[in-house]
């Protein structure tokens, strides 16, 4: 009668474990089952294989002893000969285990101990793996806890099943946080650590409030409206771009909801931060334009290859587009990826005229001309001698004031100042060294020869051997600024894919790769 209820007693205790712990029942009985091993090795020896197996209907425990049957016994407590084997099994074969069974034994002091940190260890890590995979697969959501304590600034969270962490930087600036507050907060990372697993909360981040309007809008839950963007300067004010999936459904309106309702709610969580529903556009003007609201633009200028953009705006509009500290244009500059230059109307008309008069005089200069041709020439558009040179003549023969002969004499000379160009190109790539292979690449120019000589790159080799940013140079992030590196051919209007082709075009030369066929190189693009 006492052995029954030991028995219901252990399957209690792994009940109530479980339960307590949330995890499953069968881990805790296979803890149990390996403290029992555990202990019954210290009686019977360490060398000896044994095992313990605990019914899970009845409680029953069963201990005994694997065997390995050998021909030759060498350690009786852990071989059997095979004659002996086979008086046991008679099918019993030269490798395989033999199981003995032991009879049952009172734990002493010692091992009871021992297995009891075995059943804790255990039970510590299948709760630590639950916890992980419970909350693993919750980066992005937005979760609910009590604030269980507050130290060094960092905020520890309660979630019920486990605790989390608000660190002081991904918390709103002047929010405070008492113990049994409750908090809500974007899980943006879950780590497995050695003291367990670690899940870092934050209320900071831009998809926190994207999140907060999936909860509070309808619509953008069922996908009609989508968030394509968010920028935040938490606490203070942020801008987050939508587009509505139903040209009959508004999605400024929508998130904004009745008399505000809707997007006050998200402001009230978080603590009053300002916030502006932008209409997103596949247009990257027209989307630019609408971020840096209120600020009216007059005119943009977008610049694909760097992803920079030019923003006129009118003189007494600076200061808005700017905002205060610069917040209004960083924000829309985070909101759609583009580097953005702000101008004012009266700087813009100072730039292009300095432009004009540096193209006026270039004209002046390499084709001796006078002032008044050199004006007509920029003002008709014109941007380089290079594209007199080779532009119809029909298009200067328009020109106001150029009769035929004049159109044919400007476009001589320009061809004979691209000439001596030439001339003066070559014979500064001979002096640096570049070899005459290099005019072979498809896009390698004479001028081009000589930048690449004066950085090294001398031979078909030394061309195949550059990437893509030692051509065009590149752009990085740095405290919150873009920096942009120079390349070998940087003011060249030389784009990535071309510089791309130009490489891989010196290493067939180079007998690097093999050329593609027009077929292979379609389907490879």
Known sequence: MAVSANRLELLQIADAVAREKAIDRSIVIASMEEALQKAARSRYG?????????????????????????????????????????????????????????????????????????IVQKVREAERDRQYDEFKDRIGDIING????????????DLGK???VIRRDEMIPREMFRPGDRVRAYVYDVRREQRGPQIFLSRTHPQFMAKLFRQEVPEIYDGVIEVKSVARDPGSRAKIAVISRDSSIDPIGACVGMRGSRVQAVVNELQGEKIDIIPWSMDAATFIVNALQPAEVVKVVLDEDSSRIEVVVPDD????A????????????QLTGWDIDILT????????????VERTNTFMHALDVDEVVGQLLASEGFRSVEELAFVEPAELHSIEGFDEETAEEIQSRAKAHIEKIEAEHDARRKELGVADELREVEGVTTAMMVKLGENDVKTIEDLAGCATDDLVGWTEKKNGETVKYTGFLDGFDLSREEAEAMIMAARVKAGWVEAQAPAEAAEAE
Not at 85 to 97: E, H, V
Not at 146 to 157: D, M
Not at 317 to 320: A, I, Y
Not at 347 to 353: A, G, I, V
């Open 46 to 118: 360490q060398e000896t294989e044994v095992r313990a197996e605990i019914n899970p209907k009845s409680g029953e425990v069963r201990f005994s002893r694997l065997l390995l049957v050998v021909d030759e016994v060498e350690n009786d407590a852990t071989q059997i000969a095979l004659a002996d084997a086979r008086k046991r099994n008679p099918a019993a074969q030269s490798g395989d285990w033999i199981a003995e069974t032991l009879p049952p034994f009172d734990f002493g002091r010692v091992a009871a101990q021992s297995a009891k940190q075995v």
């Open 317 to 320: 509009q600076l200061s808005l």
């Open 345 to 356: 109307e009266a700087e813009e008309s100072e730039r292009r005229q300095k432009e004009f």
């Open 162 to 164: 486990g605790e989390a």
């Open 322 to 333: 700017i905002g205060r500290r610069g917040q209004n244009v960083r924000l829309a500059s």
């Open 146 to 157: 009590l604030v269980k304590r507050v130290e060094y600034g960092n905020v520890i969270v």
